[in-house]
């Protein structure tokens, strides 16, 4: 008989980014995409997390991966992010405030993806995080989509 994994139900922490994705008619969702989705350890920054999310984004949008990695290279404010950590015995999501669902739907889905049900957590506002506009419109101009994101 084997032992379960120990670590299936631990609580994670790390960097994560809403992505766009494609949906019918032009549309577009939103999905949570981790530094665990991409094989990244729980403490990768989002600049070195950032040409992992460009090449998952090439793919679900048929852009050519190295040119959209030359055009948004250096545009990791682009994409709503945040961090989730774990300082003295509780856990914070660290968010810009500028998630692209509402505040009870984005929380929720990353209390689920980070395992944090049941945990003492916290929600603070962090500048570090926040989209920038420039970022925000490099992208919107290489995928040839809107955002529809708050600019700052």
Same mark, same amino acid.
Request: charged share 25%; net charge neutral; glycine share 8%.
């Given at each position: 008989?084997? $032992?379960?994994?120990?670590?299936?139900?631990?609580?994670?922490?790390?960097?994560?980014?809403?992505?766009?994705? *494609?949906?019918?008619?032009? *549309?577009?969702?939103?999905?949570?995409?981790?530094?665990?989705?991409?094989? @990244?350890?729980?403490?990768?920054?989002?600049?070195?997390?950032?040409?992992?999310?460009?090449?998952?984004?090439?793919?679900?949008?048929?852009?050519?991966?190295?040119?959209?990695?030359?055009?948004?290279?250096?545009?990791?404010?682009?994409?709503?992010?945040?961090?989730?950590?774990?300082?003295?015995?509780?856990?914070?999501?660290?968010?810009?405030?500028?998630?692209?669902?509402?505040?009870?739907?984005?929380?929720?889905?990353?209390?689920?993806?980070?395992?944090?049900?049941?945990?003492?957590?916290?929600?603070?506002?962090?500048?570090?995080?926040?989209?920038?506009?420039?970022?925000?419109?490099?992208?919107? $101009?290489?995928? @040839?989509?809107?955002?529809?994101?708050?600019?700052?």
């Amino acid at each position: 008989m084997s $032992e379960a994994d120990p670590t299936a139900t631990r609580a994670l922490v790390g960097a994560f980014y809403w992505v766009p994705a *494609r949906e019918p008619a032009g *549309r577009i969702s939103w999905r949570l995409l981790t530094c665990h989705d991409l094989g @990244g350890w729980d403490g990768i920054s989002h600049r070195e997390l950032w040409p992992s999310v460009l090449a998952h984004l090439a793919a679900s949008w048929e852009k050519n991966p190295v040119v959209l990695r030359r055009r948004l290279s250096d545009h990791y404010y682009a994409l709503p992010r945040g961090r989730v950590t774990h300082p003295r015995g509780q856990y914070l999501i660290l968010h810009g405030n500028d998630a692209p669902l509402p505040g009870p739907a984005w929380k929720r889905i990353i209390i689920d993806r980070f395992r944090l049900s049941g945990e003492t957590l916290g929600t603070p506002h962090d500048d570090h995080e926040r989209t920038l506009s420039e970022d925000i419109l490099a992208f919107e $101009e290489a995928l @040839g989509i809107d955002l529809n994101l708050p600019r700052a």
